[in-house]
């Protein structure tokens, strides 16, 4: 039996969780990004993003995990198949959303822990400006745009799938 998610909506806890998730890691990754560029705190810096590409990856799998009791994110939105939520019409439109989504929570994983394995890599053990500056100051700028995308559509989705 599903359970609703805590945000009030006729989700699952891990669909909140994610897009709780998502919203929160924005003003995290800037605080970040200041601290790295403003303060020159490169260990602060390495620090929040090790952990949350770490929060990130376990609350991908946690949700993919979620994703695959109930179904897919389609049983969730019309769990009562006799009184669906979403007509076809409506579940094709959001489709859409999520195609859009998807690119960039696909590509994110892979460009920030390409950014992250590569600054551990090339920065050792005390982090500090170096030869890899300019290569990770690219990256991480990309990745940076990735998960802020990642983060408004994926809030998007959620909305137009379980809200609106």
């Known amino acids: 039996m599903m359970k609703n998610g805590f945000l009030g909506y006729d989700t699952s806890f891990m669909l909140d969780f994610v897009v709780c998730a ?17 303060q020159h705190k490169y260990a602060l810096h390495r620090n929040l993003q090790v952990a949350l590409g770490l929060i990130l ?9 979620d994703m695959r009791l109930y179904g897919g994110w389609e049983n969730i939105v019309n769990k009562d198949a006799g009184n669906p939520r979403l007509s ?14 998807l690119i960039f929570a696909i590509s994110t994983p892979f460009l920030w822990g390409t950014t992250l394995f590569l600054a551990l890599k ?18 991480g700028w990309l990745s940076v745009l990735d998960i802020v995308a990642t983060s408004v559509t994926g809030s998007w989705f959620y909305y137009v799938a379980f809200v609106a």
Do not use: C, D, W
């Open 22 to 38: 998502l919203v929160l890691i924005v003003p995290i990754l800037l605080y970040s990004l200041a601290a790295v560029k403003l």
């Open 57 to 65: 990856l376990v609350a991908v799998v946690a949700f993919e995990v």
């Open 88 to 101: 076809a019409e409506q579940l094709a439109e959001v489709k859409q959303v999520l195609y859009i989504h």
């Open 122 to 139: 090339r920065f050792a053990n005390y982090p500090m400006p170096g030869p890899h500056s300019k290569l990770h100051k690219t990256l």
